[in-house]
């Protein structure tokens, strides 16, 4: 046959090959003994199979303590969830016995009333050093007539202060 220039009907796909040898293949004998491991190759898999079982252990290990402080969190987290919600408790009871409303009405069941202003007496403390007389002593109209003017004072004070 010719060779065809066209691609596209490309025959020579279908025309018969030649045929090769086939490779002489031989079967090997298998040995149907048990291969034997030097102590070495045992050792090493002894101690390959002893880090395997130690770090098993370890990740088992890790994880029992893990738990453990899990729950012990948790049990702390709720002690103090505990705490938080007494405190806020007895923090309500305080504001709650602590109010004015309950004071006033406390000091009226005890029969105390509000101070009037003619019941404050001020204590002038910028004088300097006085003294102090006894009843034998002589009496001194100056300061009595001095201390009665201060107090007429302090009651104007007060009662323009009202207003």
Known sequence: MQANQ????DLSRYEPKAIKSQPNLEL???SHRKRSYTPVEILQTVCVVGILVAALSLVLYNNVILTEL????NSYRKLYDDYVTENILLTNQLETKMSLRNVEAQ????GLAQV???QIEYIDRCEGDKIV????????TEA????????????????????
């Open 6 to 9: 066209n691609l596209a009907y």
């Open 28 to 30: 090997l004998e298998q």
């Open 70 to 73: 899990t729950d012990e969190i």
């Open 107 to 110: 000091a009226k069941a005890m």
């Open 116 to 118: 009037e202003p003619y």
């Open 133 to 140: 007389l006894t009843a034998h002593s002589p009496v001194d």
């Open 144 to 163: 009595q007539l001095a201390d009665g003017l201060s107090a007429v004072m302090e009651y104007l004070r007060i009662a323009f202060n009202k207003n």
